[in-house]
């Protein structure tokens, strides 16, 4: 069933350096797949959790965004409360929603709403990959990375800032645990498991940030920092 409404959904934590630029790319992808499926219906929800930042003026720099703010604790805990706001506000059946997830330090590319959308199609759950950004201090880790990543079809990598999920099966399965890490993989297992049809495509990429301290315990930032 192919997608009337792309919901996206992106939770942040002090990103007031990263979210501008995040925001930015999402609006030109929304441009791109409206431009592409004119009727299609998009929506872009930014979940603040317990910011002590700028986070909330950068969140609103791009005009159309709704901010959901809280003290939800956890990023599992952020995404759900982002993805349960974005659904309960579209103006579609949760199975013709289709909820697309990244992160506030992701730059996602001018395509990337057009092929969830497209894929979303077929699929209850689109599994993306990521490309860390190149600085000219860690060149040496991002070779150590790219030798053990596979970005091509098939891929076994789970990425909360790249995961595409039909509403009514992000429902069906029970959301985002209120994990404090792992809450991506968490949530593939359980749409897995309930027999939910998933793809894993090499066709949508998107930059994330190579930091090496991020705002979970053992995130991808804590995997590239033990690279060296």
Not at 59 to 66: D, E, K, L, Q, T
Not at 85 to 94: G, H, K, M, T
Not at 122 to 128: A, E, F, N, P, R
Request: proline fraction near 4%; glycine fraction near 10%.
């Amino acid at each position: 069933m192919i997608p009337s409404q792309v919901a996206v959904v992106v939770p942040a934590r002090d990103e007031e350096d990263w979210l501008p630029a995040c925001l930015t790319a999402l609006d030109a992808a929304r441009t791109q797949l409206l431009r592409t499926v004119p009727r299609v219906l998009v929506s872009v929800t930014v979940v603040l959790d317990r910011c002590t930042d700028r986070s909330a003026s950068a969140a609103r720099s791009v005009p159309g965004i709704a901010v959901l703010t809280g003290t939800f604790g956890s990023v599992g805990a952020a995404r759900d409360a982002g993805v349960r706001f974005a659904l309960a506000r579209s103006r579609s059946l949760p199975a013709r929603t289709w909820v697309a997830n990244t992160d506030a330090d992701t730059l996602v590319p001018r395509n990337w709403l057009v092929r969830h959308q497209q894929l979303g199609g077929d699929h209850d759950l689109v599994l993306g990959t990521v490309r860390p950004t190149v600085t000219a201090d860690n060149t040496e880790r991002l070779q150590l990375w790219s030798n053990a990543y596979v970005p091509d079809d098939g891929h076994h990598h789970v990425h909360g800032a790249n995961l595409g999920i039909r509403g009514s099966t992000y429902l069906k399965v029970g959301g985002f645990g209120s994990l404090v890490q792992d809450e991506d993989v968490d949530l593939v297992t359980r749409t897995k498991a309930a027999g939910g049809a998933w793809i894993a495509s090499g066709s949508i990429a998107v930059t994330t940030s190579s930091r090496t301290t991020g705002r979970v315990p053992a995130g991808f930032s804590t995997y590239l920092r033990g690279l060296c």
